[in-house]
């Protein structure tokens, strides 16, 4: 007979979930870095996300991509007396992120539409090119390259790029960038990049989380 305070078969499948769950509420997952708990979400997606709709989230999650990650829910009135408290905290971000997330991920649609290999790849002198025109002509080389890493650094911890190992000069940008600088945006990209042009006295635009 099952001793009652030895865990049972029935626990299993509220294990299964918090180990799903768990992860995206960390941050974002990647099927090619853990294929085995991207099977686990997909074979859950619907109780993942009943659950998480319970904490005011969403799971937003893309086959095709390969990356799930969770968002507060876009339907919330945040104003109202009842309404729950935001779990995933909307953050400004600075010019210079920005300005190359947007850059970033016009290159990724350019890169897309050439129908080549599915992982863009960039040195850090093509991403200093990049921004180079939004710099006043003559501008410090050094000072315009540490900027440059200073910002690749910034948008890394964001979880939008990464260094590549053993390579530090090289970065992939991540396909993650899609899901938040999405087409409708990206329509707009030469409005956008006028903006940026001449950034505000404050040098916050933009939402981490849209």
């Not at 390969?66 to 007396?81: I, M, N, T, V, W």
């Not at 995933?88 to 971000?93: A, I, M, S």
């Not at 911890?157 to 993650?176: A, C, K």
């Amino acid at each position: 007979m099952m001793n009652a305070a030895e865990p049972g078969h029935a626990d299993s499948p509220a294990r299964e979930l918090s180990a799903a769950v768990i992860p995206l509420l960390k941050g974002v997952v990647y099927q090619e870095e853990n294929p085995g708990l991207w099977g686990s979400l997909l074979k859950m997606q619907a109780s993942v996300r009943d659950y998480v709709a319970v904490l005011g989230l969403e799971l937003i999650l893309d086959e095709a991509e390969g990356y799930a990650f969770l968002r507060s829910r876009q339907d919330a009135d945040e104003d109202s007396p009842t309404a729950i408290p935001r779990l995933v905290v909307r953050r400004q971000l600075s010019y210079p992120v920005s300005l190359l997330l947007a850059l970033l991920r016009k290159k990724l649609a350019e890169f897309d539409a050439g129908g080549g290999d599915t992982r863009l790849i960039l040195s850090r002198e093509e991403v200093v090119e990049l921004v180079r025109i939004f710099f006043p002509a003559g501008s410090n080389e050094v000072k315009l390259i540490g900027q440059v890493d200073a910002t690749i650094n910034k948008i890394a911890e964001l979880g939008f790029v990464r260094r590549l190992r053993g390579q530090n000069q090289m970065i992939e940008i991540r396909r993650i960038l899609k899901a938040f600088v999405d087409a409708q945006w990206l329509n707009r990209f030469d409005e956008r990049l006028a903006e940026y042009r001449q950034p505000s006295a404050g040098g916050e635009v933009g939402d981490e989380n849209g």
